[in-house]
């Protein structure tokens, strides 16, 4: 998780979070209770959690699940019903 500050006019607190469900949840939280903390505040608090990427570091995975024939369930949870890849990150 990183917290990043911009140049903008307004205070922002933006939590990020890798592709690991658990994370996500975690982070969630996190902005939910950020947001009831800072509620009376200028601050304005959001997330990003990008959901299954295919990487390096999740390339096992990916390859598993093509060996299987299952190759075209990966991500099929996420919102748009896909995987993403690095390059979509940008």
Do not use: W
């Amino acid at each position: 998780m990183q917290i990043v500050q911009a140049k903008l006019r307004e205070p922002v607190l933006l939590y990020l979070s890798s592709m690991i469900s658990l994370h996500t949840h975690r982070v969630n939280s996190i902005v939910q209770t950020s947001v009831y903390q800072l509620q009376r505040t200028d601050i304005r608090v959001n997330s990003i959690c990008p959901g299954l990427i295919e990487t390096n570091m999740t390339k096992d995975v990916f390859d598993l699940a093509r060996q299987r024939g299952s190759g075209g369930k990966l991500g099929q949870l996420n919102p748009l019903g896909r995987y993403g890849l690095p390059q979509g990150m940008i």
